[in-house]
Structure formats: C-alpha cells, structure tokens
C-alpha cells in the first residue's frame, strides 16, 4: 500500500486554527470510516488524539476534531496552544486487517 | 493499567535477525489483537503487520512478506516480531500497539534496532 499523503508542515500562531488534510483512496480512507490520528512528539510513542474519523477519546482535548469527505480525511486543532507543536500522523483501513499511515506533517506553533 | 512494555535496544551485522518482544499487561491478552509499526530515523510510521494472539494468524505488509514473522505466547502474554536478512534500511525504531477495533490505542515504548557493520 502507498502511504496516505499529508502536507509534510503546517504552522499557525497561539489562538489560531489549523487544518491538516489526509489524502487517501477509494481502497483506505474513502471505503472505511476508520481514520484515525496521532500526536507525536521527540523521542516519545504516538498517542492517539481521533478515532473511527470523528471521535475523541476520553483525555483528548475537545479542541481536536476531525472529518472526512471522499478519499481525504483532515484534522482540526481550534485555538492553537504551544504544546500542540508535534508531529502527526493520520491512519487509515485499507482491508483485510492491514493499515497505512500518512507520511507525516510537523506543526509548528508560531 | 492497560500497557505494553517491549524489550530493549538491538545492534544487529547486515544480514541478521532480530527478535522483539512486546508483553502485555492490565487486560485480557487474547481479546485484542497487536500490530506492529515501524520508524526510520527522521521519517514517517509504516505499519508492518498484524497479530492475533488468541488464535496466532497474522497478516504482513507486503513489502516485509517472507522476511517479517510474528508469533505470540500466551502462557506470558508476550508478542513476538522477528525480521530476518537485515538491511542498514531496516533501523528504525520498532513499536508494538495494541488495537481497539480499528485504532491504536496502546503503544508500547519503542525499541531501537540498529543495522550496522
């Protein structure tokens, strides 16, 4: 499987919002509603910040959320703070039991 | 509380094997399945396959078929990944996560696999 294409940075200043898009095909992202997304910061594993698309998990801040429209998924962070510069990583079904990951995009929070 | 804790640091000659653990704790081993992932230094994850530890069938990403083996014991709740004929294109850090449906929601800490001469 080819990976999920995301922008490889994004910026925005404290307060702002940011979108990051998550391009996929009708074999991942637009065949499953089972996107999911990950913060990670240097050093450290991945967590997990959306599931199944849309939905937060309990600790996740109600400032992420997340979408989805035909083959691209995106994720949302309102009111951009300092600590949410980090890496992230989108996630996707492709069938099967197997997965793909996006390529990754650095937010940089100004 | 649910975790995965995985073995340490390998360094490993072109041309080796290396074997990771990953031991499950805080919840029923068999009822989750556990995939594994890997990261180049400075790039992106890329899934490398999955595990069922209840009944042991996997399924590999294409790209690591006939090098990638993933077994489980279940007397200890520990996942195994092995990856055979090693390349310097192979270090990476190696994560284990168990999956909830179709979401990782537990990582383990990472291990780091060095391929070098």
């Known amino acids: 499987q080819s990976a999920l294409t995301q922008p490889a940075s994004v910026s925005g200043s404290p307060g702002q919002s940011i979108t990051i898009s998550c391009t996929g095909t009708s074999s991942d992202v637009g065949s499953y509603n089972l996107v999911s997304w990950y913060q990670q910061n240097p050093g450290k594993a991945p967590k997990l910040m959306i599931y199944e698309v849309s939905k937060r998990p309990s600790g996740v801040s109600n400032r992420f959320s997340g979408s989805k429209s035909g083959n691209t998924a995106s994720l949302t962070i309102a009111g951009l703070q300092a600590e949410d510069e980090a890496d992230y990583y989108c996630?996707?079904?492709?069938?099967?039991?197997?997965?793909?990951f996006g390529g990754g995009t650095k937010l940089t929070v100004l | 509380q649910v975790q995965v804790v995985q073995s340490g640091a390998e360094v490993k000659k072109p041309g080796a094997s290396v074997r990771v653990s990953c031991q499950a704790s805080?919840?029923?081993?068999?009822?989750?399945?556990i995939h594994w992932v890997r990261q180049a230094p400075g790039q992106g994850l890329q899934w490398m396959g999955i595990?069922?530890?209840?009944?042991?069938?996997?399924n590999y990403a294409q790209d690591l078929q006939g090098r990638v083996t993933m077994t489980r014991d279940t007397s200890t709740s520990t996942v195994y990944m092995e990856l055979s004929s090693l390349t310097s294109e192979d270090t990476a850090v190696y994560y284990c996560a168990r999956v909830v449906n179709s979401w990782f929601d537990t990582w383990g800490q990472g291990t780091l696999v060095t391929v070098s001469s």
């Open positions: 996630c996707s079904s492709a069938g099967s039991s197997t997965f793909v």
């Open positions: 595990i069922n530890p209840s009944g042991g069938n996997t």
């Open positions: 805080g919840y029923t081993f068999t009822s989750y399945y």
